[in-house]
């Protein structure tokens, strides 16, 4: 009982820190969203979810889901109290702003236990915790775009009604992904396998 108890600690402590890197993260300019200088579109370099992979691989799906969780509030709550751009605009649907952040921690926190702890690959979970973080925001916030834009006719004002115009903002979201997953597969297995030795070494 004790052992658990302590865990449980443990556990609220991790999450509480990393709640708060990542509402430092959303807050300051570059420290989570890297902009491409395209104001009036407002896409972004996106680097929060790392963040959330890396508590998934520490405290487990649920947990990583959780704290992907508080993050995708905070952007729903960020889109509506900045500069109105697409980028604002996509993130005011609150599934589309909340579930893909919860979904990277339940996926990756899965995967990176079946792997790393069941099968002992750790450096290949690592790997693969970094692209399907990037992979799973990706896709859901592209899914979730488009049955926005499509199936509900919901439009940006001042652009015109065209589906040229859905597939090309899409097109722009996924491009982002691509260069996300690449940085994830770069920063995951550094950060993650430092935090791990570090945490089999006290």
Do not use: D
């Not at 963040?51 to 729903?76: H, R």
């Amino acid at each position: 009982m004790q052992s658990t108890t302590s865990r449980n600690t443990h556990n609220l402590v991790l999450a509480a820190l990393f709640i708060a890197i990542i509402l430092v993260q959303v807050l300051v300019p570059f420290l989570g969203y890297i902009p491409l200088g395209l104001t009036a579109i407002g896409l972004q370099i996106v680097i929060i979810q790392f963040t959330v992979t890396i508590a998934a691989i520490l405290m487990g799906p649920w947990w990583g889901g959780l704290i992907g969780g508080v993050w995708g509030l905070a952007s729903f709550i960020q889109a509506w109290t900045t500069v109105y751009n697409l980028g604002a605009f996509l993130f005011r649907n609150p599934v589309t702003a909340i579930v893909p952040r919860i979904m990277i921690g339940i996926v990756v926190g899965y995967v990176f236990q079946e792997l790393a702890v069941k099968r002992h690959h750790q450096p290949l979970a690592l790997i693969l915790a970094g692209f399907l973080s990037s992979f799973t925001n990706t896709l859901l916030v592209v899914l979730f775009s488009w049955i926005t834009i499509v199936g509900f006719h919901l439009y940006f004002p001042g652009i015109p009604h065209s589906g040229t115009f859905t597939w090309i903002l899409l097109s722009l979201v996924g491009a982002n992904g691509i260069a996300e997953m690449i940085a994830g597969v770069i920063i995951v297995p550094i950060i993650g396998g430092a935090t791990l030795a570090l945490r089999r070494a006290r």
